[in-house]
């Protein structure tokens, strides 16, 4: 998934730094994925807007999901044994990020990532 979006942004001429910012949610997001959820998917696809590219990631998962999203997102926040930085961090690594999750029913997020 990390080559993919790096392949993909390169072919949009992003710049190495948003690329890392972009690929980190990725891995990040990917890595919920298959710890709480034991696999999910991921769909990249190229954006323009007004002249500008970007790549939108939709990863989604069939897990046990999240009862409470603003809490989930808050700095510091895990119900693992992690720093509780990754959902946090990935909205702070990327232009746009809607989160959705429904206990029961699994999670979904869509990030933005422009030039």
Known sequence: ARKLVSSMA??????????TELRTAVSE????????????SMTIEQLEHK????????????????????????????????????LSGCKNLVDFFDFQSEPGIGT???IIKWC
């Open 10 to 19: 390169l072919s949009i001429k992003m710049s190495s730094m948003r690329d």
């Open 29 to 40: 997001l990917l890595t919920n994925a298959v710890r709480y959820a034991s696999g999910g």
């Open 108 to 110: 979904r997020a869509v």
């Open 51 to 86: 002249g500008i590219k970007g790549l939108r990631v939709v990863i989604s998962d069939t897990g046990p999901g999240i009862a409470d999203i603003e809490q989930a997102l808050q700095p510091g926040f895990s119900t693992g044994k992690s720093l509780g930085r990754g």
